[in-house]
């Protein structure tokens, strides 16, 4: 099993170009969750869902999108980058089995950098 | 309003030290859960535990131990005999509702040196 994997591990973007980050899981976990993390701070959750077809957005979403078209793949979309948007980004999977919170698991992160 | 305090920015001490890293979370719930996280400085994430709000006995994993106190709010997390290889930021993050989303503090960056 590859886990959480996330591509790419870095970009520079433009002010004002668009780009997808990709996150796919093989775990046949069935929520999925984007948190980008800034320098010297934790993590703030973008955008989740529950399944496929299900998204809802988090404590920081403008600026962003996402779609959940199938179990596996959670894609997160920046449409017109900003330099506030340079950051860490990290996608998570969990397994919900009803029986309390769920341990997240982690893709290695993608570093975004907009200039 | 919920609100998770990690005070300690940053903690150092010498390889063999004990060292104790601090929580706060401040909830009007009955039943929650808590998460401590750990990221080295390769950057992942790694999970090291998960408690929830009606269990406070102390729990032992090694050289880990985590002693959670509801009547103060506090989750803490103690190291015993600290390694170059503890070297990390510790995260502790409450989960604040549906769908296990969690809320992470601003993390405790702590350093050992030989």
């Known amino acids: 099993n590859a886990g959480v994997t996330q591509t790419p591990k870095f970009r520079i973007l433009k002010i004002g170009q668009s780009m997808t980050l990709q996150c796919a899981q093989d775990m046949n976990h069935n929520y999925m969750y984007w948190y980008r993390q800034d320098p010297g701070m934790g993590l703030k959750l973008i955008y989740y869902?529950?399944?496929?077809?299900?998204?809802d957005k988090g404590e920081v979403p403008n600026g962003y999108n996402v779609s959940r078209s199938t179990t596996e793949d959670f894609p997160l979309r920046l449409e017109l980058a900003a330099p506030s948007q340079t950051s860490v980004y990290f996608c998570?999977?969990?397994?919900?089995?009803?029986?309390?919170?769920?341990?997240?698991?982690f893709g290695a992160g993608s570093r975004l950098t907009v200039l | 309003a919920q609100k998770v305090t990690q005070a300690q920015t940053e903690i150092s001490v010498v390889e063999k030290e004990d060292v104790t890293l601090d929580c706060v979370y401040e909830t009007r719930d009955t039943t929650y859960y808590l998460f401590w996280y750990k990221q080295p400085p390769s950057g992942e994430l790694v999970f090291l535990i998960r408690r929830n709000s009606f269990d406070e006995q102390n729990e032992i994993s090694g050289r880990y131990s985590w002693n959670f106190q509801k009547s103060t709010s506090s989750f803490n997390f103690t190291i015993t005999a600290s390694q170059v290889v503890d070297s990390a930021v510790y995260f502790c993050?409450?989960?604040?509702?549906?769908?296990?989303?969690?809320?992470f503090g601003t993390g405790t960056r702590l350093q050992v040196t030989l």
């Open positions: 998570a999977s969990s397994l919900n089995q009803g029986s309390g919170a769920n341990v997240l698991t």
């Open positions: 869902s529950v399944g496929a077809g299900i998204t």
């Open positions: 993050a409450p989960d604040t509702g549906t769908a296990s989303k969690l809320t």
